[in-house]
């Protein structure tokens, strides 16, 4: 994070001429040091993504353990995902502003100290607060170990090590509702937190002793109208989105407070992008917006929103199809959804090996491509289909999702000078919570208006051909990767 730091204090006016290059900043090759900080990392994120999802299938005896209803109770996601939308886009100046120990210890703190309230606590309000707590801690271990990685992997080795990162994005959230599952079946739910505590300890205290400061920091002013911004911004997005998608937009109360939420919402955002195109002149902005003058990042960006959206609406409606639909358990749903999960996350580092040798244009295309073809088959899915069929199209999907993950990450940050990399992975994390939320919440409403007027296979196969017409967005977009060098001396500091 030093160099992004010293050399975004470079890139002051008046003093452009010290920017490093990427190629004096990033060393030729990896030392010890480097790996053991990346592998730290790597696994306090599989961590903190793992517990993103662990809760989806514990809902239902939440319920009745707490006495709460279910709109109540899905607060537990909805607050840990607006913390999410609202923490991520302040990273850029959190990890500009201190070292990557005190980030690290930050974030797991918090994360460890959620992790820890939640497995004690008496009632929903403790449980809503601990979740909150965690997500703060969750928010800032992806773009850290982007900005790490960035600043610490060789530029030619770059899409190994992004392919990695694919195992703790892709494999953690698979294995979430297959983990709770096997869990909730022989333990409380309370479980859930007591056997994660012990590894998120650990991933706290070899932080502690081996993770050494990525150079120095630098002085950044924050801006206190950009973070009060973020709230109503992202927050007012991903609530109204979650609320539509949430299957409440029929009811009147919910639904108008949904749309209020996201017109609020798109106000804010765009008082926010003017604002930090105005504190861009003065080299302070919370998100530096000129990451987008690159046009891979742009292109890569679009890609990973498009992803997403078919991501999570695949993630949401085949459990619904699952369970409403073939009458499978919680537990059994789980196990048809974790080869997909498992394949996306090993296949990551061969990809990444692969993206490093041939570039993203073939690899983004036949993902693409292999995308429409699993979502147009999950359209035709009906209450017969046999179920080893759709864990090979659920497996299908996960193939040409990591094809589209890994090229997507490494082509879209490759670009950017260092004093960019943290803003970079920020604006990257901020578009996934975001496009996540409107997927599901487009795809789910889809499947519900449907399901009332023609019943849920009908309602199932509207879903999936949305989803469908969407991904052949990412066909056009794959062919337009193109392979990225690092970014020339001062490159982009205008």
Known sequence: MSTEVSSNASGQPGQTGKVAAPKSSVPEKMSRESVTIIATLLVATFVVILNETIMN????????????????????????????????????????????RAVFMLAMGLFAGGTALAAVAPGFEVLLLARIVQAGGTAIMLPLLMTTILTLVPLAKRGAVMGNVSIAISVAPAMGPTVSGLILEHFTWRFMFVFVLPVALAALAIGA???????????????????FLTVPAFGGLVYGLSQIGGGHGGQSGPGTMAIAALVIGVASLAVFVLRQLRLQKAEAPLLDLRAFNFR????????????????????????????????????????????????????????????????PLPLTVTGSILMVLSLWQFSMLDAGTPVWWIVTLHVGLSFGLALLFTPAFTTGLNPLPPHLYSHGSAIMSTTQQVAGAAGTALLVSIFAVVSAASGLVAGMSAAFLTATVIALAAVVLSAMMRKTEGAAPGHGAH
Not at 77 to 85: D, H, K
Not at 209 to 227: A, H, R
Not at 303 to 325: D, H, K, N, S, T
Request: glycine share 12%; hydrophobic share 55%.
């Open 57 to 100: 299938v514990a809902l239902q005896r939440l319920m009745v353990d707490l006495g709460v209803d279910a709109p109540t109770v899905q607060w537990l996601s909805t607050g840990f995902m607006l913390t999410m939308a609202v923490v991520i886009p302040t990273t850029g100046f959190i990890l500009q502003s201190l070292s990557t």
């Open 209 to 227: 002793k081996y993770l050494t400061n990525v150079g120095e920091t630098g002085k950044t002013k924050l801006d206190f109208l950009s973070v």
């Open 296 to 359: 891979m990042f742009t292109v890569s960006v679009l890609l990973m929103v498009v992803a997403m959206m078919a991501l999570f609406g695949g993630v949401i409606l085949l459990p619904l199809y699952l369970q409403e639909i073939r009458g499978l358990g919680s537990l059994e749903t789980g196990l048809a959804l974790l080869p997909g999960g498992l394949a996306m996350g090993l296949l990551g580092p061969f990809i990444g090996r692969l993206f490093d040798k041939v570039g």
